[in-house]
């Protein structure tokens, strides 16, 4: 799944919840949540090689702008909110297996093995690759729509 998602169910988490431990436990449960959710994403094998190349640049800059585009809005969505730190707390946790997984490929330390494992090949399904572009991605556009307008209502 793409990262913006990811970055706003987790600070929707933390705009409502306003539990720091809570925030952080759930956010990176719901990222585990979306992804098992058929989607389509772009492609990041690249990013798994520890070579930087023409390909690896281009895919860090994909996913730095998808990070960029999720962070900008819901900063823009909950700046002058009280619950913004949980929210913040919310966004950075939701992106926390992401992170592991891409220090996993870099680094290759055991510590990162199993959580990654996990991620891959436990909670993603196997056939994203088949999921239909009009419901792999339609379905994280609808995702954002509903994450941004819980946001906006409070």
Do not use: C
Not at 96 to 108: A, H, N, S, V
């Amino acid at each position: 799944m793409l990262l913006t998602p990811h970055i706003l169910v987790g600070a929707l988490i933390g705009f409502k919840i306003q539990n720091p431990w809570l925030v952080f436990i759930l956010a990176i449960i719901s990222h585990f949540a979306l992804d098992a959710i058929p989607h389509r994403e772009y492609d990041i094998k690249a990013l798994k090689k520890k070579k930087i190349d023409k390909q690896f640049v281009i895919e860090f800059f994909q996913v730095l702008t998808d990070l960029i585009i999720g962070v900008s809005t819901t900063i823009f969505f909950v700046w002058h909110s009280p619950s913004r730190n949980y929210a913040i707390l919310g966004m950075i946790a939701a992106v926390i297996p992401d992170g592991i997984t891409f220090l996993y490929w870099q680094t290759k330390l055991s510590i990162f093995k199993k959580i990654t494992d996990f991620h891959r090949f436990t909670v993603h399904p196997k056939n994203n690759k088949n999921t239909p572009l009009v419901w792999g991605l339609g379905g994280q556009l609808i995702i954002i729509a509903l994450t941004i307008s819980a946001i906006i209502l409070g």
